[in-house]
T-cell receptor, first 115, second 117 residues
Framework: AQKITQTQPGMFVQEKEAVTLDCTYD???????LFWYKQPSSGEMIFLIY??????QNATEGRYSLNFQKARKSANLVISASQLGDSAMYFC????????????FGTGTRLKVLA | DGGITQSPKYLFRKEGQNVTLSCEQN?????MYWYRQDPGQGLRLIYY???????QKGDIAEGYSVSREKKESFPLTVTSAQKNPTAFYLC????????????????FGEGSWLTVV
């Protein structure tokens, strides 16, 4: 069954340093998409980055990069040069191609950036 | 600007009342979704719709109902049968079909806070 696991309930990082948020997934579908979202205290879900299962290169979007290790079924988010505004909840999500159009979310990691 | 609009932002419900949360999108997306989020928790799927006049139950559909009469609109009704409705509700939409170059990214509204009083 489709499943997303985020094992870090909370993380701290010093301002201007890099941080990695872990995400592992489980699927039997060879074609799938992986997403990361940021949720600040206001509640809105902000799309950060996408990785397709057949993409040859790791996705990057500004200070965000996705460390995609297909064999390990992991899709970790790397935030470089952390800023105070990065403090938020971060969710990993997956959608399979086959079956219903469902997006499954992990339980999230709360990141706190320290000045 | 294109986006997803949810209303109201805050809603209070008395015991035994039905309430309806509005969700409108102008992204021309075929698929729409409702998620529930409890404090400190992840998102759980309530209902989703791939096309007008069709919708499917998600993982926690009991006590909720939806309609999809227009492509742009996907209202959620929280019925009196939902025993613990206090939560944050997120509406979302995406392109349907196979994953495109952008993965058919799912986009969210700003959410609605529902509290039972």
């Amino acid at each position: 069954a489709q499943k997303i696991t985020q094992t870090q309930p909370g993380m701290f990082v010093q301002e201007k340093e890099a941080v990695t948020l872990d995400c592992t997934y489980d699927t039997s579908d060879p074609s799938y998409g992986l997403f990361w979202y940021k949720q600040p205290s206001s509640g809105e879900m902000i799309f950060l980055i996408y990785q397709g299962s057949y993409d040859q290169q790791n996705a990057t979007e500004g200070r965000y990069s996705l460390n995609f290790q297909k064999a390990r079924k992991s899709a970790n988010l790397v935030i470089s040069a952390s800023q105070l505004g990065d403090s938020a909840m971060y969710f990993c999500a997956m959608r399979e191609v086959a079956g219903a159009y469902k997006y499954i979310f992990g339980t999230g990691t709360r990141l706190k950036v320290l000045a | 600007d294109g986006g997803i609009t949810q209303s109201p932002k805050y809603l209070f419900r008395k015991e035994g009342q039905n309430v309806t949360l509005s969700c409108e999108q102008n992204l021309n997306h075929d698929a729409m979704y409702w998620y529930r989020q409890d404090p400190g928790q992840g998102l759980r799927l309530i209902y989703y719709s791939q096309i007008v006049n069709d919708f499917q139950k998600g993982d926690i559909a009991e006590g909720y109902s939806v309609s999809r009469e227009k492509k742009e609109s996907f209202p959620l009704t929280v019925t009196s049968a939902q025993k613990n409705p206090t939560a944050f509700y997120l509406c979302a939409s995406s392109m349907a079909g196979a994953l495109g170059p952008s993965g058919n990214t799912i986009y969210f509204g700003e959410g609605s806070w529902l509290t039972v009083v």
